[in-house]
């Protein structure tokens, strides 16, 4: 897509975000009474942090957000921030159906430490440019460094490239995009041709197609409480060994392949994959959810216990 040089000279003054690597959204560990296991979470982080991640967002969908009331959310942020301690960067997820929620949120997370704030397009500005400019112009008042969209739609292509590409030019925290869109490799390629690489790019739910991500020249991605394996894919890949970073994600496509069944069915797999580390003290979830039968648990059981010899056997 052609870019006038009016634009070009704009999108020359950024250069691309530095969050290249894994980056996870933060699992949300409950006790035995539901409310949240802040010992659970230090653990996921610390495991986390030592396998490699360079960041991660904190909460977002793969977070039940939106099982969590407004305190909850800012008390995650809080101290995911506090454990991180500069080690990662930590980004708050601000997404939210109330605007006035969503700017309130992202002043939170901006006052708490943050690194970055991550929000998605309201369901409701869907398809309406001026609302999606005037949003995001209003949410970056908050004086974030980064600004992370989410480009979220199950099941189409989200946000439009002439409408990234305004937000790009007009807001300058507008460094990160996560692309969780059908199709996500093509979308990604031409936000990436048509930032001239300045705009960070993301890969969320499209994790299983890694190597296809890769090859386009993705710079981050956003696993969840699983990230040993992908970090050692993205060194790979970076490194120029394509062939063994192919053969180790083809050892992991059989998880990828059962949890991507739908973020429900995701959600309870790592929570019981956190169990067996050690990480969780329990795998509950809050209502509503879909559920989690006989033929679920057999499964994950063997699919954990893959993941974790494939763990066990990577180098730290």
């Given at each position: 897509?052609?870019?006038?040089?009016?634009?070009?000279?704009?999108?020359?003054?950024?250069?691309?975000?530095?969050?290249?690597?894994?980056?996870?959204?933060?699992?949300?560990?409950?006790?035995?009474?539901l409310e949240l296991d802040f010992s659970s979470l230090e653990r996921l982080l610390e495991q986390s942090i030592a396998d490699g991640i360079v960041g991660c967002i904190v909460p977002a969908v793969a977070s039940e957000v939106?099982?969590?009331?407004?305190?909850?959310?800012?008390r995650l942020v809080e101290r995911v921030v506090a454990i991180a301690d500069g080690?990662?960067?930590?980004?708050?997820?601000?997404?939210?159906?109330n605007l006035e929620e969503a700017f309130e949120l992202a002043?939170?997370?901006?006052?708490?430490?943050?690194?970055?704030?991550?929000?998605?397009?309201?369901?409701?500005?869907?398809?309406?440019?001026?609302?999606?400019?005037s949003f995001f112009t209003r949410l970056s008042e908050a004086g974030m460094e980064m600004l992370m969209i989410q480009d979220l739609?199950?099941?189409?292509?989200?946000?439009?490239?002439?409408?990234?590409?305004?937000?790009?030019e007009k807001i300058p925290a507008f460094r990160c995009i996560k692309i969780e869109t059908i199709p996500a490799g093509l979308k990604s390629t031409r936000v990436l041709e048509a930032t001239q690489g300045r705009l960070n790019v993301s890969s969320g739910w499209s994790l299983p197609e890694m190597i296809e991500a890769l090859d386009r020249g993705i710079h981050g991605f956003n696993t969840t409480a699983i990230n040993k394996p992908f970090v050692h894919i993205y060194r790979l890949h970076r490194e120029g060994r394509r062939a063994e970073?192919?053969?180790?994600?083809?050892?992991?496509?059989?998880?990828?392949?059962?949890?991507?069944?739908?973020?429900d069915i995701s959600i309870h797999f790592l929570k019981r994959y956190c169990v067996r580390r050690g990480l969780f003290s329990t795998h509950n979830v809050r209502e509503p959810i879909l559920p989690y039968d006989a033929y679920?648990?057999?499964?994950s059981r063997e699919l954990i216990e893959r993941v974790v010899a494939i763990e066990d056997g990577l180098e730290d």
């Amino acid at each position: 897509m052609p870019i006038d040089n009016q634009k070009s000279k704009i999108i020359n003054q950024k250069s691309c975000y530095s969050l290249h690597g894994i980056v996870p959204i933060i699992n949300t560990p409950f006790d035995e009474r539901l409310e949240l296991d802040f010992s659970s979470l230090e653990r996921l982080l610390e495991q986390s942090i030592a396998d490699g991640i360079v960041g991660c967002i904190v909460p977002a969908v793969a977070s039940e957000v939106d099982k969590l009331s407004d305190l909850e959310r800012r008390r995650l942020v809080e101290r995911v921030v506090a454990i991180a301690d500069g080690r990662i960067q930590v980004v708050a997820g601000a997404s939210s159906e109330n605007l006035e929620e969503a700017f309130e949120l992202a002043r939170h997370g901006v006052k708490a430490g943050a690194d970055g704030i991550l929000c998605r397009v309201p369901n409701r500005l869907e398809g309406d440019r001026e609302a999606i400019v005037s949003f995001f112009t209003r949410l970056s008042e908050a004086g974030m460094e980064m600004l992370m969209i989410q480009d979220l739609s199950w099941g189409g292509y989200g946000v439009s490239l002439e409408v990234i590409l305004e937000l790009f030019e007009k807001i300058p925290a507008f460094r990160c995009i996560k692309i969780e869109t059908i199709p996500a490799g093509l979308k990604s390629t031409r936000v990436l041709e048509a930032t001239q690489g300045r705009l960070n790019v993301s890969s969320g739910w499209s994790l299983p197609e890694m190597i296809e991500a890769l090859d386009r020249g993705i710079h981050g991605f956003n696993t969840t409480a699983i990230n040993k394996p992908f970090v050692h894919i993205y060194r790979l890949h970076r490194e120029g060994r394509r062939a063994e970073a192919m053969a180790l994600f083809d050892r992991i496509v059989p998880y990828l392949a059962f949890v991507h069944q739908h973020i429900d069915i995701s959600i309870h797999f790592l929570k019981r994959y956190c169990v067996r580390r050690g990480l969780f003290s329990t795998h509950n979830v809050r209502e509503p959810i879909l559920p989690y039968d006989a033929y679920h648990e057999r499964c994950s059981r063997e699919l954990i216990e893959r993941v974790v010899a494939i763990e066990d056997g990577l180098e730290d």
